[in-house]
Nanobody, 119 residues
Framework: QVQLVESGGGLVQPGGSLRLSCAASGSIRSIYVMAWYRQAPGKQRELVAR???????NYADSVKERFTISRDNAKNTVYLQMNSLKPEDTAVYYCQMGVVGFIGASDYWGQGTQVTVSS
């Protein structure tokens, strides 16, 4: 079993910044991919950013040059630094990890953290 715990969401004014964190614990041998997704009301969940075990990253066009994803492999933690936030960034943000455990590989999701951008 693997658990992902997210933190860092909240209310911020347009142009502000937030940093999300997601820490994994449990039966982990390695984590080959870490990612952040978001889901706004009435919309489908979408990929925000992804980082591989080697550090390669990719971003949704809507967040490029504003958001930065990073990972700390020693802590099994992924971060999302969000700058220049816009009202359209308002959503529930979920972390996702591809984990190799002791009996195979599976995808795991965090519980979600609300980010609201409003004046």
């Amino acid at each position: 079993q693997v658990q992902l715990v997210e933190s860092g969401g909240g209310l911020v004014q347009p142009g502000g910044s937030l940093r999300l964190s997601c820490a994994a614990s449990g039966s982990i041998r390695s984590i080959y991919v870490m990612a952040w997704y978001r889901q706004a009301p009435g919309k489908q969940r979408e990929l925000v950013a992804r980082i591989s075990s080697g550090g390669s990253t990719n971003y949704a066009d809507s967040v490029k040059e504003r958001f930065t994803i990073s990972r700390d492999n020693a802590k099994n933690t992924v971060y999302l630094q969000m700058n220049s936030l816009k009202p359209e960034d308002t959503a529930v943000y979920y972390c996702q990890m591809g984990v190799v455990g002791f009996i195979g590989a599976s995808d795991y999701w965090g519980q979600g953290t609300q980010v609201t951008v409003s004046s």
